[in-house]
Each structure stands twice: as structure tokens, then as C-alpha cells.
């Protein structure tokens, strides 16, 4: 199961610009660091909840409905660890208030020297989020066989209680010998399910519509009555926009 750990750095770009974002990777690649991008916030999502990046390299203004602050709430929400470089045509003036909404690690204002870039990714990746600054949506992403291809901090926490003790493998792992819960049923609502664990936990569970032949599903794991409002919002725009395009 994936996790991230020592080794080459993932990084995402996601910008609009073709020119800008060709230049981008293309420079980030050259540093050493294994670099994904898209066009789009919604297939920003759909990325980089799978693709777990160290880095988020975001233009604020997208071409879809989800801007560059939007992707980087949502992902900073699955991984508290990530750190945001925001890009923007707009004056540093007009755009500092929004630094800590989400924390952003630094904004550059266009046109930039690439070294100022990289530069600048280079140093988060060496920055660590303050404490308490962690992930807020337990995620698991799972293939059309239910095995499970990763997992993040809050999940494998939740996973670590049940009878199965780890946090791979399979989600009938976790149920046996109970059969796995309808996941299609999730895809409008909370639904409460019961992992095998002593200690009689239940889960309350939202995912994606099934996923299309050779893709993943994301799937939330949480209790909604403790989470604040705005991350409820989060967990609905994750699974919206979590499906990679054909």
C-alpha cells in the first residue's frame, strides 16, 4: 500500500497555462523531483488525492469552478503535511490576506524568475506544517477489487482498530467474515458500517460513484456530527471532483 516516505519527492503542478505549466515541470522534473500536472482544479483533486504530493504548485485563478485555493483547502484536508505554492497574476498586495486560507507556504506573483520557483519549492519541501495543522479527512483509495492502493493518517488510524491490525491488504479485511458493505449505497450519503474489532466500532462512510474500468475509488471514512462545516464541504467537493478524467 502506498505511504509516503524517504526517497524522490512528489510534486504537483496545476495550472491553466500551458506555456507556464510546460515550463514549470519541466524545470521541476530537471531538479530531480517526480512531477504530475493538470489544467484544472477538479482534475487537480482527482490527481493529487491519489498522487499524494509533498508540494502543490497552484495558479489561484483555474479554468473550471474550483480555483487554486479551493484544490489546496481540499488536499491540505487528506494530507496535513502538504505545503501550497500559490501563483498569481495579481499584486502580492491585493492577495496576502489570503496566506492563511488555507495556509498557503508562499505566493508569487506573475511573471516570475523560474529560480524564484524553485527556489521556493525547493524550501517546503524541507518545511514542516505547525502541529495541529494535520489532515482533518480520513481517505482510502481502493481498485474495482476492493483491495486498498493507499491510505492516509486518519484512515490507517481508524483501520489500525478493527480485528485486521494493519492498514493494507483488502477491505474485506476488515470486515471478515461479515461481507464488505454496499459501498454504491455511500455515493449519496453517510452510512454507517461496523468493522470487526473487539471494541464494537462503527464507521460512518461516504464514496465516489463506482470507478470506471482500470480506476480507483476514494473513500471517506468519519464521523460527519465531528466535523466542522467546512470539511463536511470538503469531503463533498473531494468526491465530486475526485474522479480522473477518461
Not at 484536508?77 to 500559490?86: K, M
Amino acid at each position: 500500500m502506498k505511504q509516503r516516505g524517504a526517497g524522490i519527492v512528489n510534486i504537483l503542478v496545476i495550472e491553466d497555462d500551458q506555456h507556464y505549466r510546460t515550463y514549470l515541470c519541466r524545470a521541476l522534473s530537471r531538479d530531480g523531483y517526480n512531477v504530475k500536472d493538470t489544467a484544472t482544479g477538479r482534475d487537480g483533486v482527482a490527481v493529487g488525492s491519489r498522487f499524494r504530493p509533498r508540494v502543490l504548485v497552484v495558479n489561484w485563478m483555474l479554468g473550471d469552478d474550483l480555483n487554486g485555493l479551493h484544490v489546496a483547502s481540499v488536499l491540505q484536508a487528506v494530507d496535513g503535511d502538504l505545503q501550497t505554492i500559490l501563483i498569481t497574476g495579481f499584486s502580492l498586495s491585493d492577495v496576502a490576506d489570503v496566506v492563511s486560507k488555507p495556509p498557503v507556504f508562499r505566493i508569487i506573483e506573475k511573471p516570475f524568475e523560474l529560480k524564484e520557483l524553485v527556489d521556493a519549492v525547493r524550501q517546503a519541501t524541507l518545511s514542516q506544517r505547525p502541529p495541529g495543522e494535520g489532515a482533518s479527512i480520513g481517505l482510502v483509495e481502493v481498485d474495482r477489487k476492493g483491495r486498498i492502493v493507499s491510505a492516509n493518517s486518519l484512515a490507517r488510524d481508524s483501520l489500525g482498530l478493527t480485528g485486521a491490525g494493519r492498514d493494507d491488504g483488502s477491505l474485506s479485511d476488515f470486515f471478515s467474515p461479515d461481507p464488505v458493505p454496499d459501498l454504491d449505497a455511500a455515493v449519496k450519503r453517510w452510512v454507517t458500517v461496523s468493522p470487526n474489532a473487539k471494541r464494537g466500532i462503527r464507521w460512518q462512510i461516504r464514496t465516489q460513484a463506482p470507478a470506471r474500468p482500470g480506476l480507483s475509488r476514494l473513500v471517506v471514512i468519519g464521523l460527519p456530527d465531528e466535523m466542522a462545516c467546512d470539511t463536511l464541504q470538503l469531503v463533498e467537493t473531494l468526491l465530486e471532483s475526485g474522479r480522473p478524467s477518461p
